[in-house]
């Protein structure tokens, strides 16, 4: 069974730092790429960010280009994310997603996470 | 700002169906695939369809799924109240900002 738990949530003043973690398992970890997904409160999905298998092809939304970094250590079966410079528009609930092919471009998130909430706020 | 655009709701009574629209544009609908996701109150999305019109195991075929175009519709035939949820249609796009979309999501409410 394909389990993804977040963690690394919390409330954070408004230009600090935080950096989200997700336990894989129940998968081949290094067969797949993985994403972020954000949801804030009573809103929407927005993608945030991807990583293919090997860390060899990253990708960011624009809201986040510059200030938050995806990255992943297969070894561990981890993805983080790192984020900077945090505002006020980035508290969500932050999901990690499990893609459905090695990239993730053009791809898709077949599996979530039940998410870490990020709250920003002085 | 989702670039895909969904009503923000449709309804029907327990066996009816329903029809959801996620309109696009030829960057990312016209050019990619479309993925549809459930999400329950408080809990996280759930796959139903991929690649337009594909059902992962364990999804009844109550569950449909079409692209035309750059318009995708899911359709959900006998309505159960444990359908009520928001559901979201998601693709890629291909544009300067390349990267993932999801519509503005709708929510289904069984009357």
């Not at chain 2, 999804?59 to 359908?83: C, E, N």
Request: proline share 4%; with cysteine; net charge neutral.
């Amino acid at each position: 069974e394909v389990q993804l738990v977040e963690s690394g949530g919390g409330l954070v003043q408004p230009g600090r730092s935080l950096r989200l973690s997700c336990a894989a398992s129940g998968f081949t970890f290094d067969d797949y790429a993985m994403h972020w997904v954000r949801q804030a409160p009573g809103k929407g999905l927005e993608w945030v960010s991807g990583i293919s298998w090997n860390s060899g092809s990253i990708g960011y939304a624009d809201s986040v280009k510059g200030r938050f970094t995806i990255s992943r250590d297969n070894a561990k079966n981890s993805l983080y994310l790192q984020m900077n410079s945090l505002r006020a528009e980035d508290t969500a609930l932050y999901y990690c997603a499990k893609d459905s092919l090695l990239d993730y471009s053009g791809s898709y998130p077949d599996y979530w996470g039940q998410g870490t909430l990020v709250t920003v706020s002085s | 700002q989702s670039v895909l655009t969904q009503p923000p709701s449709v309804s029907a009574a327990p066996g009816q169906k329903v029809t959801i629209s996620c309109s696009g544009s030829s960057s990312n609908i016209g050019n990619n695939y479309v993925s549809w996701y459930q999400q329950l109150p408080g809990t996280a999305p759930k796959l139903l369809i991929y690649d337009n019109n594909k059902r992962p195991s364990g999804i009844p075929d109550r569950f449909s799924g079409s692209k035309s175009g750059t318009s995708a519709t899911l359709g959900i035939t006998g309505l159960q109240t444990g359908d009520e949820a928001d559901y979201y249609c998601g693709t890629w796009d291909s544009s300067l900002s390349a990267g993932g979309v999801f519509g503005t999501g709708t929510k289904v409410t069984v009357l």
